[in-house]
């Protein structure tokens, strides 16, 4: 397989971790997002038309964008899917959290001030006041849920984990503070110290 990536992409880094714990061996290609390489002519007529990674490369040469798909894809079958039809859907509605209200706002942060290089102009630090008001509520969802479950889904790690947990554990490049948010802290602890885990940072 073949992973469409940009190392720091908190999206990029879900999948990497995935196919870490799979035990599934992948080639990367990597991107520089912040220089528009995945908004070429040839990226969009031939990767991705919607100018974005991770795109995951079947051996077959099948394309298949969006993290949360590709996850859904690579679990079917294996620990990380819920057994159930509820679990199952728990698992998306968590995952579909993350990507509307979560990464918009988490990620959003971190892109502006870690990632890539904004100018903090007075109309972008109100924006950024925003976001991370919204983030912090984010957060405030997941620690309620938290203080009474070790996982998001069916009791166990799943890739409804790995959802939330890419961009989460890296949320203070993004301004945020957790120092507030104990049973999130707690679950990022039990998350990293599963099988196979490895670092946003490793290819």
């Known amino acids: 397989m073949i992973l469409h990536d940009f190392l720091s992409s908190g999206n990029g880094y879900k ?9 599934i061996p992948f080639e990367r290609i990597e991107y520089d997002i912040t220089t528009g390489e995945t908004r ?3 990226y969009l007529e031939t990767v991705n038309a ?4 991770p795109v995951l490369e079947s051996e077959e040469g099948v394309l298949l ?5 590709i996850l859904f894809y690579l679990a079917e079958g294996t620990r990380f899917m819920p057994e159930n039809r509820l ?5 998306l509605q968590w995952m579909f959290f993350e990507q509307y209200t979560h990464e918009p706002n988490i990620a959003v942060a971190r892109a502006w001030l870690h990632v890539f290089d904004v100018a903090m ?7 950024l006041e925003t976001r991370q008001k919204l983030g912090y509520e984010a957060l405030g969802v997941m620690e309620d849920h938290l203080k009474a479950n070790d996982f998001f889904a069916a009791g166990r790690y799943s ?4 959802s939330l947990y890419a961009y989460t554990h890296v949320a203070d490049e993004g301004g945020f503070d957790l120092a507030g948010f104990p049973s999130v802290r707690a679950w ?7 099988p196979g885990y490895i670092p946003i940072t490793q290819s």
């Open 159 to 162: 890739i409804a984990d790995i």
């Open 121 to 127: 102009t007075e109309k972008r630090r109100s924006a």
């Open 188 to 194: 990022l602890e039990r998350v990293s110290s599963q």
């Open 50 to 53: 919607n100018g974005r990674i």
């Open 65 to 69: 964008p969006e993290s949360n798909a």
């Open 15 to 23: 999948v990497r971790l995935l196919l870490t714990q799979l035990g």
């Open 40 to 42: 070429t002519p040839e």
């Open 87 to 91: 679990g199952r859907a728990r698992a």
